[in-house]
């Protein structure tokens, strides 16, 4: 007890000691200002694509669908053949891709987490799968051979082109403004039968034609349709018991579209002046 209590005045003589030289002033060195302000504080921020990708998220959970992911490396046939391209399909070769060895490559779009997301989950099931992907394309203004997607696929019984025209303009009118017009063009994927590709008018000439929409007044945003049969069966899920609807879409591309971004490049570069534009704190 003794030594305790002598140990406490020492440590309270210290306390005091310093406690008066620091208001003498003698902790500042010589040279040193300390009363000036300091420098201010560098913070990070979301890349704009990071805020695309979650306010996307945002809008399609509010109508009821739930963030899903899948992996970045995937197999032949996750990536290809359960989704019914057919093994000599010319869509083979156009989605030219990047082969890690046997039969894995680098996922060229966010597809196949529709087949794992099927075989994980009874119906109904309704999901958002934002994720990179990778083609072998030119590095330009418009093309990355890594660019982002956002998946969407909704299954249950009664599902209809209806439920995907309503879902996808609905979206379109939240994400840019409420009198977005849209249009649907018939297309074809082989996943999806019916399918169709949704243009929104130019969000930059209003629709009068200028060079972001190559004059046409329109900017193509996503590929959709109903989800064929034989991917329902190819995943264990029973085709006339269950329909569904499924799109794809670019997050870059939406960007540049909202934002009037000339070049997808500029995503990637780091040019700080780019970020720093678009930042937003973190909160
Ligand atoms: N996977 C297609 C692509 O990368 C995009 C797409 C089209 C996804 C239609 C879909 C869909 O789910 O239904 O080009």
């Not at 963030?67 to 989605?95: I, M, S």
């Not at 209003?206 to 329109?218: A, D, M, Y």
Request: overall charge negative; proline content about 7%; hydrophobic content about 40%.
């Amino acid at each position: 007890g003794g030594a305790a209590n002598a140990l406490k005045r020492d440590i309270e003589a210290a306390i005091a000691d310093r406690e008066r030289a620091l208001k003498r002033g003698a902790a500042q060195p010589a040279g040193v200002d300390l009363t000036m302000p300091a420098r201010a504080e560098w913070r990070g921020g979301l890349h704009l694509v990071t805020q695309v990708v979650d306010e996307i998220c945002e809008i399609f959970h509010e109508l009821g669908f739930t963030r899903a992911v899948g992996p970045e490396a995937e197999t032949e046939r996750y990536n290809f053949y359960a989704l019914n391209f057919p093994k000599d399909h010319p869509a083979l070769d156009a989605q030219d891709s990047f082969h890690l060895g046997g039969d894995v490559v680098l996922r060229t779009h966010t597809s196949p987490v529709q087949i794992r997301t099927l075989e994980t989950y009874p119906p109904p099931v309704r999901v958002v799968i934002p994720g990179r992907c990778y083609r072998r394309d030119p590095f330009d203004a418009s093309h990355s051979p890594v660019f982002e997607q956002i998946e969407g696929l909704a299954v249950d019984d009664r599902l209809t082109f209806v439920d995907l025209k309503a879902t996808l303009s609905t979206f379109a009118r939240r994400f840019f403004s409420s009198d977005t017009v849209v249009r649907f063009r018939p297309s074809y994927f082989p996943f999806t039968e019916p399918s169709a590709e949704m243009d929104v008018r130019c969000q930059i000439c209003r629709g009068s034609g200028c060079p972001s929409c190559k004059q046409t007044g329109w900017m193509e945003i996503l590929g959709s349709g109903m989800v064929h049969p034989a991917v329902l069966e190819n995943c264990g899920v029973d085709s006339e018991k269950y329909t569904g609807f499924a799109w794809g879409m670019g997050p870059e591309r939406i960007a540049m579209t909202r934002h009037g971004i000339p070049d997808i490049r500029l995503f990637s570069e780091s040019d700080v002046r780019f970020l720093a534009h678009f930042a937003t704190p973190i909160r």
